[in-house]
């Protein structure tokens, strides 16, 4: 804000005396504004009122789930630190409310799309790292919620990528992409310009996955709203997991649930269970074949 420079060069005991009107006609700023700032200036509370409600803006904005405790934590990382007193009234006076809160209208819509529909429900590709899958799931353990994002290869049905979590943030779509990227980069194969399709939800469309994507030279595709066959293949990926891991039984804890999905992901799903579409291979025998020693060079 320039208004306070002004002032501090119009006062009577500044070195050099300069005029408001010279001063606002070099910053190029209307002097009626800052006559009115002058009568009512913004006072140090609201210069860290303003800051907080920015911090909260942008993670709201991020992840719309979140309520006003977990956005004090969002803005105490982004160094804005406020009691959560503080966070609910500043949430409270903006609107700025969690989209699953009480208060919510079952009216609501997804939120628009980040990126046109490339795949418009063709769910087949030629080759490796040309159309990945992705989507969020979510189970209840005694200590609470625990979600997974996982990566899809339409390929070869292989889980390319995924993170498990406690909370269900931009963060977790994020990581479970870059796992993608650097298990593909660890085989030496680069995924510049494969599609990464995905539903609408707010991790998907959040400033942090969008840049991610542009990081790594993927293109982002986005289903239609209202149809759940427009990724309907990564949800059956869901389901298989739902099937043989997360409905056999009640889990106690967070980890016991998070080893029995990557040990049934790695051990069973990518190198036991065959796949008729893949001719009675599994996803990484497949891509062992497959992948020939010319492509791999590529």
Not at 193 to 205: E, K, L, Y
Request: overall charge positive.
């Amino acid at each position: 804000m320039m208004y306070p420079l002004v002032r501090e060069l119009a006062a009577q005991d500044a070195p050099i005396r300069v005029p408001v009107t010279v001063t606002c006609r070099v910053l190029k700023i209307a002097r009626a504004p800052y006559y009115r700032w002058l009568a009512n200036p913004v006072t140090d509370a609201d210069w860290v009122a303003a800051h907080r409600g920015n911090a909260l803006f942008d993670a709201h904005r991020d992840d719309p789930e979140f309520g006003y405790r977990l956005l004090a934590d969002e803005a105490r990382d982004a160094g804005q630190d406020m009691c959560e007193r503080t966070a609910w009234r500043l949430c409270s006076e903006h609107g700025w409310w969690s989209a699953f809160g009480k208060k919510r209208s079952n009216k609501s819509r997804p939120g628009p799309p980040a990126h046109d529909d490339l795949v418009e429900r063709d769910f087949t590709a030629t080759g490796a790292n040309q159309l990945w899958l992705t989507d969020i799931t979510e189970h209840r353990t005694g200590e609470g919620k625990l979600y997974m994002c996982a990566v899809k290869d339409v390929w070869s049905n292989r889980i390319v990528g995924y993170a498990i979590d406690s909370r269900m943030k931009a963060r977790l779509a994020v990581r479970a992409l870059e796992n993608a990227v650097d298990n593909r980069a660890r085989q030496g194969v680069d995924v510049a310009g494969c599609i990464v399709h995905s539903d609408r939800g707010s991790q998907f469309r959040s400033k942090k996955y969008l840049r991610a994507l542009h990081r790594h030279d993927l293109a982002g595709s986005m289903g239609q709203v209202g149809s759940s066959a427009d990724n309907a293949a990564m949800e059956s990926w869901f389901a298989l997991l739902q099937k043989n891991v997360l409905n056999r039984r009640t889990w106690a804890t967070r980890d016991q649930l998070r080893l029995a999905i990557v040990t049934w992901t790695e051990r069973t799903y990518h190198r036991r269970r065959r796949q008729a579409r893949l001719g009675k291979l599994t996803p990484i025998e497949y891509e062992t074949i497959m992948t020939t020693p010319a492509t791999k060079a590529a």
